[in-house]
């Protein structure tokens, strides 16, 4: 498997000015480096995907900064939907210049946006739609899109992996549509993780593996040997990343929403996670 960490623990805004943690998880063994980007997030993508490139690391792109309310594929409205397509197409772009497989995110809908009614009939339709059009401009520049299942209390759209695999159902099947599983956002959504990542299959393209509490791997509530033989079983080689908020950079992880200090250091914090999980992949290997 590809091991990997989310700039957030490391930094809370990537810049050209931040290019040395490429060099730190590179000293700490990992394969990926993800990067969130938005609006207000402004570097030389050629810059970093050449330095990720030199130093053997591969790169995944998501949604972290400023990203409008209005941009939605799901919305009731058609110009925001419009806008939306506009808005992940950007991101699309941002994700070839750097020389990313894959942009990963909640993009059917909007995080944050919890619509608290029976879903419309035509919800799924209009979302399915615009995700192919946006499919097929990913794949137009040889970029995937990793759908993220999100906890109830992030979004309405899509919570199971059985929703994210309906979506794509609806969006034709597109070969460039495929799954994010997140087990911080899912301990409230699956009881069986196994039976989730089976169900996903070869759809799936990484794994954010996060403690209950977004905390390092260990110790919680997650099954992680439960998750590592289903990975196994599903022959799944792909990325396997650390994502949380470092609570050691001032007030960082209570912007973020997290109010209590699972990370007050990112390289001990990466370093331990990621010794963990492969202590938990061997395991599961021998079983």
Known sequence: MLYGTHCYLLTPRWGDDQLRHLDTARELGLDMFELSVGDD????HARTGRHARDLGLRLLVGPG???P???DLSSESAADRARGLDWHKR???????VGAAAYAGAMYGHPGMVKRRRPPADEYRRTAEGLYALAEYAAQRNVLLAMEPMSHFRT????TPAQVLQLIA????HPALRVLFDTYHLVTEVRDYGAALRKIGDRLFAVHACENDRGKPGGGLIPW???FRALREIGFTGYV????????????????????DVCPDGRAFIAEGIAFLRSVEQEAAVD
């Not at 991101?91 to 210049?97: C, F, L, N, Q, R």
Request: hydrophobic letters at 45%; one cysteine or more.
């Open 91 to 97: 991101v699309v772009d941002i994700t070839a210049e």
């Open 41 to 44: 997030i402004h570097f030389d």
């Open 65 to 67: 900064g400023t990203w």
């Open 156 to 159: 309405h759209m899509v919570n």
């Open 170 to 173: 609806m969006a034709d099947n």
């Open 69 to 71: 309310m209005e941009c």
């Open 225 to 227: 040997l439960t998750v």
């Open 241 to 260: 990343g650390l994502e949380g908020y470092n609570s050691g950079i001032g007030d960082f992880a209570f912007e973020r929403g997290m109010f209590h």
